[in-house]
Nanobody
Framework: QGLLVESGGGSVQPGGSLRLSCKISKASYDRYSMAWFRQAAGKEREGVAAIESDGRITYADSVKGRFTISLDDAEDTMYLQMNNLKPEDTAMYYC??????????????????WGHGTQVTVSS
């Protein structure tokens, strides 16, 4: 297994909900900035939500009010609660991490560690 392992993807109808999980394997004293990205077929990878090592949270405008990112330090797991899903949310979702703070939390090049992705499909 790698540093990051995602789970929780699936298929839902529009308006439905899913919760993605990203388990990180790290030493207890490590502080990471972490984020969720997604990549739809034929499109570039885009940042969805990020939680930095100091606790600051950033969301893409397209998901504000629908998605919630959280971090369970005790479980070393990051979550993405996705509500009111839309067909345009269909994509492969990836979690990403980097030690300490990042300058641009929703930019993919800021992160060194990546999971293998979990597919989210929203359709009726």
């Amino acid at each position: 297994q790698g540093l990051l392992v995602e789970s929780g993807g699936g298929s839902v109808q529009p308006g439905g909900s899913l919760r993605l999980s990203c388990k990180i394997s790290k030493a207890s004293y490590d502080r990471y900035s972490m984020a969720w990205f997604r990549q739809a077929a034929g499109k570039e990878r885009e940042g969805v939500a990020a939680i930095e090592s100091d606790g600051r949270i950033t969301y893409a405008d397209s998901v504000k009010g629908r998605f919630t990112i959280s971090l369970d330090d005790a479980e070393d797991t990051m979550y993405l609660q996705m509500n009111n899903l839309k067909p345009e949310d269909t994509a492969m979702y990836y979690c990403a991490a980097d030690l300490f703070s990042v300058g641009r939390p929703l930019v993919a090049s800021e992160y060194v560690y990546w999971g293998h992705g979990t597919q989210v499909t929203v359709s009726s």
